[in-house]
T-cell receptor, first 113, second 115 residues
């Protein structure tokens, strides 16, 4: 059974800092990995989707990497802003045509002005 | 991008009553939709897979008679929490994949509080 772990559970940084969020998964036979942002009481915003054949994806100040063989992914946020404060979720997809995701518990990020 | 709309965004109900949550794909058809729930400080967990025109498939430990799923059209799936109890209070969220896309799109979620 796939298990997804996110470390740290919570992180507080001053504005402007670069930071890294970590995600690990136990079964490397994944199809893709996705990073989401969740604001309190709200739904999910997809940030980056990495296919299993890819090593990284970038969008603006966000960069996600994937090392499938070691079961790890990182989300790098450059020049953090208070608006980045949210919970960041990592989720893995098991196979082509299957959209049933396994989620980690998330990392709650607070960016202090 | 594809849009999935979920309604209501929050609901408070009395113990013993039933609550219906709707999930709609607004600009695409979805033969399959997924229902997740999230308890406080826990991860999102898949509850069931909703299949248009056929029965839903439930994950282990999810009571199918309590969480009724209906996927009557290609753009609408509903989750009904029957005889809700305080322990059913949770965040429920749906997702739907669009044909040709490698990702599923999520609704806004529903915060259910049973008092």
């Amino acid at each position: 059974k796939q298990e997804v772990t996110q470390i740290p559970a919570a992180l507080s940084v001053p504005e402007g800092e670069n930071l890294v969020l970590n995600c690990s998964f136990t079964d490397s036979a994944i199809y893709n990995l996705q990073w989401f942002r969740q604001d309190p009481g709200k739904g999910l915003t997809s940030l980056l989707l990495i296919q299993s054949s890819q090593r990284e994806q970038t969008s603006g100040r966000l960069n996600a990497s994937l090392d499938k063989s070691s079961g790890r992914s990182t989300l790098y946020i450059a020049a953090s802003q208070p608006g980045d404060s949210a919970t960041y979720l990592c989720a893995v997809g098991p196979g082509a045509g299957s959209y049933q995701l396994t989620f980690g518990k998330g990392t709650k990020l607070s960016v202090i002005p | 991008g594809a849009v999935v709309s979920q309604h209501p965004s929050w609901v408070i109900c009395k113990s013993g009553t039933s609550v219906k949550i709707e999930c709609r794909s607004l600009d695409f058809q979805a033969t399959t939709m997924f229902w997740y729930r999230q308890f406080p400080k826990q991860s999102l967990m898949l509850m069931a897979t909703s299949n248009e025109g056929s029965k839903a498939t439930y994950e282990q430990g999810v009571e199918k008679d309590k969480f009724l799923i209906n996927h009557a059209s290609l753009t609408l799936s509903t989750l009904t929490v029957t005889s809700a109890h305080p322990e059913d209070s949770s965040f429920y969220i749906c997702s739907a994949p669009r044909t040709g896309s490698t990702e599923a799109f999520f609704g806004q979620g529903t915060r259910l509080t049973v008092v």
